[in-house]
């Protein structure tokens, strides 16, 4: 990892802005991800958008979309939490698809279950209208640790 | 391009959105087996500083891939949905690369179908990532409440 990201995201964190986190990344602007600290949590929202739509039938957004916003939702709990800054690298992601993501935004949150030296362990949930009711839930069990 | 190339790729990526988004090329498709490419888009990627792409693009192919082999297993046009996806992170993509996904449906029951697949570059023995998932077969179009995967 060189050091562009990793002075990026120490400032993001040192402004106290997750957002920095997100603009950094390409896929994140890609996917509509925005970041926000609603008292002690960071939430990370992806905005509908038309792009991310698996079945235009329902319409129900793409499972991948999904994944992928359960994916980045622990790594950048990860990142705003550690004291230090390592980028995780996730090693397994499994998700469980529990509703049909409608066309609309969608949350989600992680929780770190355990911080080991070299390993993570994180839980995350997405939900849309009614946070009881999570459209997915994953987790991710990620690398924390310089190579 | 055959007519079942052009017909597969109108089906599982141009009249898929986000498929769409991503470009992604339906190679083939048939007896319980998929094969698409996720050409590289700087777009996707993950780490500015390697130019590797995000793990979630993949996780979008694997999952896009694995529902085509499922459709490509029945003997029936049947809505299905994702149950679970696990993804196994191997190695970053190289940057600059396209990936490659096959999956494979190597068992489908009344209710359930389950999948393997793999992302490489141009080894499936080095692979990227590799995944299991499993899929609900026979979904309602919107009253199971569960999401449908590809078309």
Known sequence: MSQGLVDVFA???????????????????????????????????????????????????????????????????????????????????????LRSGGPVDTHARGVVTRHGRRVANVR???????????????????????? | MTADRERFQRWFSDSIPHNHALAIEVLEVGKGEARFRLPYDARLVGNPDLGVLHGGAITSLLDGTSGAAVFAALAQLTPIATLDLRIDYLRPADPGRDVFARATCY?????????????YHDDEADAIASSVGTFMLGTKRGGAGRPEGTP
């Open chain 1, 124 to 147: 995350v949930e997405a939900w849309q209208a009614d946070r009881a009711a999570p459209v997915a839930t994953a987790h991710a069990i990620c690398l924390v640790m310089r190579d």
């Open chain 1, 11 to 97: 400032e993001a964190k040192r402004a106290g802005d997750p957002q920095r986190l997100l603009d950094a990344v390409p896929y994140s602007k890609f996917l509509g991800l925005h970041a926000e600290l609603q008292g002690d949590e960071l939430i990370t929202t992806m905005r509908y958008a038309s792009h991310l739509i698996g079945n235009p039938a329902l319409p129900a957004l793409h499972g991948g979309t999904l994944g992928a916003l359960l994916e980045s939702a622990a790594i950048f709990e990860l990142l705003w939490r550690a004291e230090t800054v390592v980028l995780p690298k996730t090693i397994t992601l499994t998700v469980d698809y």
């Open chain 2, 107 to 119: 068992k489908v029951t009344r209710n359930v179908a389950f999948t393997r697949a793999v992302a």
